[in-house]
């Protein structure tokens, strides 16, 4: 996996771009004056990235994820993880036959959804599920494969499932790694 250097990156134009970011060269990245990328996050191959989008610290969309923000935007907190082939949409359009749809149809003759989605602190998110606008997935919740998430969640769950449905609670150790891991990488000189 080769990744674009700082000095192309600082180029690009991205709003706001944190230190030792990792992007591939294979991954698709648009509307990059609208992108914030955090400290030690990274990009992988062949994803594709676009609208308002802020990728918080220490995160990482494995390849093949799409993350649509849309106007609306998607916010990723510190620590999220979106495992290969993760889709997540800030805007929709309506399904139900009483519009038009598609992106080549202008506005007036449809009725699509456009709402923020927000992912907390500590989110994993397994290979292949769906987020779907204006859902909030509350901080240290995961998800199983193949999970469509399509309502908002509650703190500190497992989730699974087609729609999703919490399985069970998610350990909370995680946490006191965190301080550990922040601690040594940021007062122990190397």
Same mark, same amino acid.
């Given at each position: 996996m080769a990744y674009y250097s700082d000095e192309q990156l600082n180029q690009m134009g991205f709003r706001h771009l944190g230190k030792n970011v990792k992007v591939s060269d294979k991954a698709s990245i648009y509307n990059v004056d609208q992108i914030e990328i955090g400290d030690n996050s990274r990009v992988d191959d062949f994803c594709v990235i676009s609208g308002r989008v802020r990728i918080g610290k220490f995160c990482h969309i494995t390849p093949m994820c799409l993350v649509a923000g849309g106007t609306p935007g998607i916010s990723f907190s510190d620590f999220c993880t979106l495992a290969y082939g993760?889709?997540?949409?800030?805007?929709?359009?309506?399904? &139900?036959?009483?519009?038009?749809?598609? &992106?080549? #149809?202008?506005?007036?003759?449809?009725?699509? #959804?456009?709402?923020? #989605?927000?992912?907390?602190?500590?989110?994993? #998110?397994g290979a292949g599920s769906i987020i779907f606008p204006g859902v909030h997935v509350a901080e240290g919740c995961s998800f199983g494969a193949m999970t469509l998430i399509n309502k908002s969640t509650l703190p500190w769950g497992v989730y699974v499932g087609n729609p999703a449905r919490r399985l069970k609670e998610r350990k909370q150790d995680l946490l006191a790694l965190e301080q550990k891991f922040l601690e040594e990488i940021y007062n122990d000189p190397i």
């Open positions: 993760v889709k997540v949409f800030s805007q929709s359009d309506d399904y &139900s036959g009483a519009t038009l749809t598609n &992106s080549l #149809v202008p506005r007036k003759f449809k009725r699509e #959804v456009f709402e923020e #989605v927000t992912l907390g602190k500590h989110v994993i #998110v």
